[in-house]
């Protein structure tokens, strides 16, 4: 079963305007959020996170929504740059003290110049 | 700068063969991380490791194995390669309670034919 859902496996943007990424999860036991960035041939980095306490985190033109309710977080990026293009992961830290992730499939940005 | 290095960029091994994946990094974490990652299911933990010598079985630990006898070094062992393990191979390690930082390297793409 899957816990951290990414339901858009592919978005297309121009250059210059938003970019809103979703994620959904099933687990309310999840506290932290986290989005990667990945380009092809090179690992996942890290691009910004969440607490459940909080529901908005902004890092310059990066900003994650929480939307605790309906367990459900965004990824905005405004605004849209063609070296955004690549594949972002949503992903969750178990609860419990876990030191593990959990991600969601992908969904892979295109930002058209 | 924090580094994590994975030995090969691109493998090809026949089925039935035992395939050794390391993964180093130099930032003195305790744990370590194995994932793979396939086209539309994201990235998946096989194995991690939070200690020399301790390991823990992930989602996905069939037909794989793991090493860790130094703290910078963390193994994944395909005890016989076959054709469904073709992927992209991801190590990851952070420091105790800091599962949100987990630093990945460049990935492995293993071709078993």
């Known amino acids: 079963d899957q816990q951290v859902k990414q339901n858009s496996p592919s978005l297309s943007v121009q250059e210059g305007r938003i970019s809103i990424l979703n994620c959904d999860y099933t687990n309310s036991m999840f506290d932290y959020f986290l989005w990667y960035k990945k380009y092809p041939a090179e690992g996942p980095t890290f691009l910004i996170s969440?607490?459940?306490?909080?529901d908005k985190n902004e890092d310059g033109r990066f900003t994650v929504f929480l939307n605790k309710s309906a367990k459900h977080l965004s990824l905005h990026i405004v605004p849209s740059q063609p070296g955004d293009s690549a594949v972002y992961f949503c992903a969750a830290i178990y609860p419990g003290g876990s030191e593990k992730l959990v991600f969601g499939k992908g969904t892979k940005l295109t930002v058209n110049p | 700068d924090v580094k994590v290095t994975q030995s090969s960029r691109y493998l090809v091994k026949r089925t039935g063969e035992k395939v050794f994946l390391e993964c180093v990094q130099d930032m003195d974490h305790e744990n370590m991380f194995w994932y793979r990652q396939d086209p539309g299911l994201g990235l998946r933990l096989i194995y991690f490791s939070y200690d020399v010598k301790m390991k823990e079985k992930g989602d996905i630990p069939e037909g794989y194995s793991v090493s860790r006898e130094k703290k910078e070094r963390f193994s994944l062992i395909l005890e016989s390669a076959s054709t469904n393990q073709t992927s992209m191979y991801l190590c990851?390690?952070?420091?105790?309670?800091?599962?949100?930082?987990?630093?990945f390297g460049p990935g492995t793409r293993l071709t078993v034919t």
């Open positions: 969440i607490s459940s306490i909080k």
């Open positions: 990851a390690s952070t420091r105790p309670g800091a599962a949100h930082e987990q630093y």
